[in-house]
């Protein structure tokens, strides 16, 4: 093996898909991740079709992964009232437990060696990183790629300041079987003070995932109280719960999901995916731009190996111009949707408007999402 290129921490959706696009590039990746494989995770699941002609790129085929194709979107307000739109690019309903798993063995090459443990701190020093392992171990690269989500120890050491802050939300999933539920469609449904997405994955079973503010959440305390008491005061959700089974034994659910505005180089390190922003979740494009984030670094330090001129300086710069070329504005109108959706009078206003001028949808959702992705 030749010297450590390229470290990442994180091996999720940005992470995974940067060390393949390296590792094709005879880049040599060390990928350091916290937790095994195969693994459920917090996410509604919908993945925008946007990113499918660069996995085919990196020769990757999510057919075989026999995804629910999703061309529909259903709202409802929180009384049940209902809008339909058709999805003009479309989606995979896929579950991040298969999505993950298949990323993870097409990664598996000569060139990219994987590490199963926690990352605790990283040093930039003479041109170089040295990245220090919970296990102990010390490990030196040219580049260090941050994809370790939106959350992590990490962040911490680094002192970004959203870290600071408690964040107001939280989030909560699990797969239900519903034969009645659609397979084209993701539904998205509003709720005193958060909303429920709701879209098959490859198994047949639907994904339930909401995110919830603390501040309708914190009298409840409890998930099965606070579904019950809340989300299902939505008609269209008490529907789909009283007619589902649970697949898992308990709900996944995770604290402290922050949308506050984080830098996208700490340090000389580029971030890749959550680490570098989170777009709100109601957007369904987190996973698309996590995939799209890891093109544009690993373009950018394939530049570098292949062309000495450039230095890291110039990596850095064009890695920070591209990310917000493609995502600032994204991440901008999915802040401004989400104030409207968890505003009542807002949403009910923008509702009616929609009901009466539907082809505004069309448009309000391509603000939210990327072109497909060509190489
Ligand atoms: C409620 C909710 C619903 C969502 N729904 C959708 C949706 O329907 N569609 C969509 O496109 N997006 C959705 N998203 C967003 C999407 O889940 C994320 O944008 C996406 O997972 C980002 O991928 P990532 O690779 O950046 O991070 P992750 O997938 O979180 O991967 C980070 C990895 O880093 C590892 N890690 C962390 N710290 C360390 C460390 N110190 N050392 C080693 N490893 C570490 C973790 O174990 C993890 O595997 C949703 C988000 C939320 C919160």
Not at 169 to 182: E, F, G, R, S
Not at 254 to 280: P, R, T, Y
Request: with cysteine.
């Amino acid at each position: 093996m030749k010297n450590t290129q390229v470290i990442i921490i994180g091996g999720g959706l940005a992470g995974l898909t940067a060390a393949i696009h390296l590792s094709l590039k005879d880049i040599n990746v060390i990928l350091i991740e916290k937790e095994k494989y195969p693994h459920h995770k917090v996410c509604g699941e919908y993945l925008s079709k946007e990113v499918i002609p660069y996995l085919k790129f990196l020769g990757l085929d999510l057919d075989s992964l026999e995804p629910a194709r999703i061309k529909r979107l259903k709202y409802s307000s929180q009384n049940g009232e209902t809008i339909f739109c058709d999805l003009e690019m479309g989606g995979l309903g896929i579950s991040r437990y298969a999505l993950d798993n298949y990323l993870f063995r097409n990664s598996i090459s000569p060139n990219c060696q994987i590490i199963y443990d926690t990352v605790s701190a990283v040093h930039f020093e003479k041109d170089g990183f040295q990245v220090k392992l919970s296990g102990g171990k010390k490990l030196n690269s040219d580049f260090v790629l941050g994809a370790y989500g939106k959350r992590s120890n990490l962040d911490k050491e680094l002192k970004r300041p959203f870290f600071e802050h408690l964040s107001g939300w939280l989030a909560v999933k699990a797969h239900y079987k519903n034969d009645q539920y659609p397979d084209d469609t993701v539904s998205l449904h509003n709720f005193n003070g958060g909303y429920c997405g709701l879209s098959k994955t490859e198994t047949g079973d639907v994904n339930a995932c909401y995110l919830a503010s603390y501040k309708s959440f914190r009298r409840f305390k409890n998930i099965e109280t606070f579904k019950e008491k809340v989300l299902m005061r939505n008609p269209e959700l008490k529907e789909f719960f009283l007619h589902s089974t649970p697949v898992f034994d308990k709900e996944l659910s995770i604290a402290q999901v922050s949308f506050d505005k984080k830098d996208i180089i700490e340090d000389h390190m580029l971030m890749l995916g959550d680490a570098a922003g989170l777009i709100h979740p109601l957007c369904g494009n987190g996973m698309a731009m996590a995939i799209h984030s890891a093109k544009l670094a690993a373009e950018g330090i394939t530049e570098f190996y292949e062309n000495k001129q450039i230095g890291r300086a110039s990596v850095e710069a064009g890695y920070r111009n591209k990310w917000n070329r493609e995502f600032k504005s994204r991440i901008r109108a999915g802040r401004i949707l989400q104030k409207i959706l968890l505003n009542r009078s807002l949403s009910e206003i923008t509702q009616g408007m929609i009901k009466n001028f539907p082809f505004v949808v069309p448009h309000i959702i391509k603000r939210t999402h990327g072109k497909p992705i060509y190489v």
